[in-house]
C-alpha cells in the first residue's frame, strides 16, 4: 500500500468515525468528505472502496443500528425515530424494514430476551443490520 493510500484511509477513518460519533446530527455528503479533506465525489468513491458502503448508506445503518437499540429499551417509533437523527418517520419506517427485514413497530413489540442476556460487544455485533446478510440469505450458494 502506497504512503498515499495509507494517508486517504486515515482521512476516511477520520470521516467514519465522524458518523459513528454524530448519527443523530443533520449530515451530509459534503460535511462528512470535508472532514476526510476530500470534494465530495471523491470521498464517497473512495469511502465505498474502502467500507463497502456508501457514506450516506452507512449513515443510515449505524442510525438503524442505534433506533434498534432504543426500541428494544421500550422506547416508541417516534421518539427513536427522532433520537436517532431521521427526520421523516415514513423514510425511517421504510429504511428500518428494509435493514432489519421488520417494521419498527413490529421489531418493539417483539420479546429481545437473548439479546438482553448476551454481552454488549456480542448483542452490537449480532444485531446490527446488514443488507449484505439479507442478500446472502436470499441468494442461492
Same mark, same amino acid.
Given at each position: 500500500?502506497?504512503?498515499?493510500? $495509507?494517508?486517504?484511509?486515515?482521512? $476516511?477513518r477520520?470521516?467514519r468515525?465522524?458518523?459513528? @460519533?454524530?448519527?443523530?446530527r443533520?449530515?451530509?455528503?459534503?460535511?462528512? #468528505?470535508?472532514?476526510? &479533506? /476530500?470534494?465530495? #465525489?471523491?470521498?464517497?468513491?473512495?469511502?465505498?472502496? +474502502?467500507?463497502?458502503?456508501?457514506?450516506?448508506?452507512? &449513515?443510515?445503518?449505524?442510525?438503524?443500528?442505534? +433506533? /434498534?437499540?432504543?426500541?428494544?429499551?421500550? /422506547?416508541?417509533?417516534?421518539?427513536?425515530?427522532?433520537?436517532?437523527? #431521521?427526520?421523516?418517520?415514513?423514510?425511517?419506517?421504510?429504511?428500518?424494514?428494509? &435493514? #432489519?427485514?421488520?417494521?419498527?413497530s413490529?421489531?418493539?413489540?417483539?420479546?429481545?430476551?437473548?439479546?438482553?442476556? /448476551?454481552?454488549?460487544?456480542?448483542?452490537k455485533?449480532?444485531?446490527?443490520?446488514? @443488507?449484505? @446478510?439479507? $442478500? +446472502?440469505?436470499?441468494?442461492? +450458494?
Amino acid at each position: 500500500m502506497t504512503p498515499q493510500e $495509507l494517508a486517504n484511509l486515515a482521512h $476516511l477513518r477520520r470521516a467514519r468515525d465522524l458518523i459513528d @460519533r454524530e448519527f443523530a446530527r443533520p449530515l451530509d455528503v459534503p460535511t462528512m #468528505a470535508s472532514h476526510a &479533506l /476530500m470534494s465530495p #465525489a471523491h470521498f464517497s468513491r473512495q469511502f465505498r472502496a +474502502a467500507y463497502g458502503e456508501t457514506p450516506y448508506s452507512y &449513515l443510515m445503518t449505524r442510525r438503524i443500528e442505534r +433506533a /434498534m437499540a432504543l426500541l428494544r429499551g421500550g /422506547m416508541s417509533v417516534t421518539d427513536a425515530c427522532m433520537a436517532v437523527g #431521521a427526520t421523516s418517520l415514513g423514510s425511517f419506517s421504510s429504511r428500518f424494514t428494509e &435493514l #432489519a427485514g421488520e417494521t419498527p413497530s413490529a421489531y418493539r413489540a417483539r420479546e429481545h430476551h437473548a439479546v438482553s442476556a /448476551m454481552p454488549a460487544c456480542i448483542a452490537k455485533q449480532q444485531t446490527r443490520p446488514s @443488507r449484505v @446478510r439479507e $442478500l +446472502a440469505a436470499v441468494l442461492p +450458494a
